[in-house]
C-alpha cells in the first residue's frame, strides 16, 4: 500500500504562537511531499513542495518564513505555521508520491490537519 | 500555467441515476488527470485516474473520458449510489510539473 499519516489531526492555537504538523510516509519512502491548504468548500491549494534533503519549494504568494517545512528524512516532512493568526485557520494535507511504484504520478494523501487559530 | 475548470459545482441526482462531471484543461502539456473524491472532513482518495495516451478507462461503476484534442475529460459514475455523495475533484499534470485542481463538484445522491 501508501499509507500517509498526519500528526495532529486537529490543534487549537492562540494567535501569536506556532504549530507544528508532521506528514509521514508509513510503508513507502517519499522523497517528494506536498502540503496543500483547504479552505471551506474549497479546492486544494498547493503550498510548497518537499524535498528530502533541500529546501522546499514556495507557490507563488506562499510566505516561506510564515510556513516553515522540513523533509530531513525520507518518511517525513513537516510543516510549521509560525506566529499563526486567525486567518492561517485552515484543513491542512499533505500528499507524497511513492517511487517505487510503477505510476509515480498517483499522489497519496494525508488524512488532513485541522488548524483554528483563536 | 495550467488552469482547471470543473462543472457543475453541485449535483444532485436520484440513487440509481447516473452522474457526469467535466473538467477542462488548459495545458497541452498536461498528461496525466486523476479524480479524487472527498468525503466531509476527510483526505482526498483517488478514485480514477487516466493518462494522455487512452481515451477511456472504467472501474467498475465509474469510468473516465479523456479528449485531448477539446482538453476537456469528464467523470461518469453510473447507477449511483447514497455513498457516492461527497466532493469529487478534477486535477491535471502537465509533464513533471505540480498538479492542478479543479474547483470541486458537491455530489448529492438521494435515496
Known amino acids: 500500500g501508501a499509507v500517509v499519516s498526519q500528526h495532529p489531526s486537529w490543534v487549537i492555537c492562540k494567535s501569536g504562537t506556532s504549530v507544528k504538523i508532521e506528514c509521514r510516509s508509513l510503508?513507502?519512502?517519499?522523497?517528494?511531499m506536498f502540503w496543500y491548504r483547504q479552505f471551506p468548500k474549497q479546492s486544494l491549494m498547493l503550498m510548497a513542495t518537499s524535498n528530502e534533503g533541500s529546501k522546499a519549494t514556495y507557490e507563488q504568494g506562499v510566505e516561506k518564513d510564515k510556513f516553515l517545512i522540513n523533509h530531513a528524512s525520507l518518511t517525513l516532512s513537516t510543516l510549521t505555521v509560525t506566529s499563526a493568526h486567525p486567518e492561517d485557520s485552515s484543513f491542512y494535507i499533505c500528499s507524497a508520491k511513492n517511487p517505487g511504484v510503477k505510476d509515480v504520478d498517483t499522489q497519496y494523501f494525508g488524512p488532513g490537519t485541522r488548524l483554528t487559530v483563536l | 500555467g495550467e488552469n482547471v475548470e470543473q462543472h457543475p459545482s453541485t449535483l444532485s441526482v436520484q440513487e440509481g441515476d447516473s452522474a457526469v462531471i467535466k473538467c477542462t484543461y488548459s495545458?497541452?502539456?498536461?498528461?496525466?488527470f486523476p479524480w479524487y473524491k472527498q468525503e466531509l472532513g476527510k483526505r482526498p482518495q483517488l478514485i480514477i485516474d487516466?493518462?494522455?495516451?487512452?481515451g477511456e478507462k472504467k472501474d467498475q461503476r465509474i469510468a473516465v473520458t479523456l479528449n485531448k484534442t477539446a482538453k476537456h475529460f469528464s467523470l461518469h459514475i453510473t447507477e449511483t449510489q447514497p455513498e457516492d455523495s461527497a466532493v469529487y475533484f478534477c486535477a491535471a499534470k502537465p509533464g513533471f510539473q505540480k498538479l492542478v485542481f479543479g474547483t470541486g463538484t458537491r455530489l448529492l445522491v438521494s435515496p
Open positions: 510503508d513507502f519512502q517519499a522523497t517528494t
Open positions: 487516466i493518462r494522455s495516451n487512452v
Open positions: 495545458d497541452s502539456a498536461s498528461n496525466y
